[in-house]
């Protein structure tokens, strides 16, 4: 089991070029994961999620659907924390996998996704930034035992036209540390200034996002 803790902000719209450049020149580290606008589609990820429009609290998906490496992964709420401006609310997570579990015939909703990663371990004291690769590994060796993970996502999802634009927060290690460590990260990569947002960014955890997506989807 991982235990995280998360906040995150959901735009819609054809683009989001401003926070991307925002999120793209946080730092001289390049960021993992592949050109959000490459045409041929390389890199996109399929994740197939549990359509269930009336659970907030747990998400179960199928992780890289369709491939040799897929798995179900489930992710359940734990607590809320209150807020993290302008980011929003603070919320504690655990997450379980399996390779023998699927969902079976229930209902889904198909997403596909590109995304960028930042990377940030934790020493105890202060965040430093790992470089990553396009397939979003570290380039000098294995993953932190805690640390944040910063991303910014280009989510479709099949049945529907509209492109959604995610930036989230997702801190790691151990329950004592992670909610102090996902502020940590959120101080550290505001310091310069806050995303340009707008008023259109609305925060949600993925399961809140994927109710309001499945009340626009054919029954």
């Known amino acids: 089991m991982e235990l995280s803790a998360e906040a995150r ?11 991307e450049a925002w999120f793209e020149g946080l730092s001289d580290v390049g960021p993992g ?5 490459d045409p041929s589609g390389e890199g996109t990820r399929k994740d197939l999620y549990l359509r269930d429009p009336e659970q907030v609290e747990l998400g179960i998906k199928v ?17 809320r924390r ?13 997450k379980s996998a399996s390779e023998a579990l699927r969902i079976g ?10 995304r960028r990663l930042r990377k940030y371990g934790w020493d105890g004291a202060a965040l430093a930034e790992i470089a990553l690769d396009e397939t979003e590994k ?29 930036l989230g927060f997702e801190a790691f290690g151990k329950l004592g540390d992670i909610e102090g460590i996902l502020r940590a990260c959120i101080a550290q990569c ?25 009340a ?3 029954d």
Not at 9 to 19: D, R, Y
Not at 149 to 161: A, D, I, P, S, Y
């Open 9 to 19: 902000l959901w735009w819609q719209g054809p683009e989001c070029s401003a926070v």
């Open 33 to 37: 994961g592949p050109p959000l606008h």
């Open 63 to 79: 992780r890289r659907s369709g491939e040799p490496d897929e798995r179900l992964e489930v992710k359940s709420l734990v607590d």
């Open 82 to 94: 209150g807020e993290a401006p302008p980011i929003g609310p603070v919320t504690i997570w655990s």
């Open 105 to 114: 015939g229930a209902p889904t909703i198909l997403t596909r996704k590109r």
């Open 138 to 166: 570290p380039r000098d060796g294995g993953k932190p035992e805690a640390g944040c993970n910063v991303e910014f996502t280009r989510v479709t999802v099949e049945g529907l036209e509209e492109i959604w634009w995610t």
């Open 190 to 214: 505001l310091s310069g200034g806050p995303p340009p947002a707008g008023g259109d960014s609305r925060p949600a955890s993925y399961p809140e996002w994927l109710k309001r997506v499945a």
């Open 216 to 218: 626009k989807l054919p």
